[in-house]
Nanobody, 119 residues
Framework: QVQLVESGGGSVQAGGSLRLSCAAS????????MGWFRQAPGKEREFVAR????????DYAESVKGRFTISRDNAKNTVYLQVNNLKPEDAAIYYC????????????WGQGTQVTVSS
């Protein structure tokens, strides 16, 4: 079955950086767009970034543009999110998700990795 496993979260000070990873198994990775989402306590889950199966196309939420970078290594079935210049409002559980390139719904989700930012 499909599994998405995130890692790399942690606790950092404002201005710090982390590299989140999401290892996928049980799917033909290159045929899936991969996305990162986050959910802070008491808030709805929100879109953070997306990358196409080939890695050519990326898309970001306005709030993270210029600070976050999504990338993927199809040979390793892994998608990454480099998060720089972290702000307290970036604190959340970060989830990766997968969707086939021709559908709009993310069918598979990971369990999440916690990012904590102290000011």
């Amino acid at each position: 079955q499909v599994q998405l496993v995130e890692s790399g979260g942690g606790s950092v000070q404002a201005g710090g950086s982390l590299r989140l990873s999401c290892a996928a198994s049980g799917l033909t990775f290159s045929t899936y767009d991969m996305g990162w989402f986050r959910q802070a306590p008491g808030k709805e889950r929100e879109f953070v970034a997306r990358i196409s199966g080939s890695g050519v196309t990326t898309d970001y939420a306005e709030s993270v543009k210029g600070r976050f970078t999504i990338s993927r290594d199809n040979a390793k079935n892994t998608v990454y999110l480099q998060v720089n210049n972290l702000k307290p409002e970036d604190a959340a559980i970060y989830y990766c998700a997968a969707r086939l390139y021709y559908v709009s719904v993310y069918a598979y989700w990971g369990q999440g990795t916690q990012v904590t930012v102290s000011s």
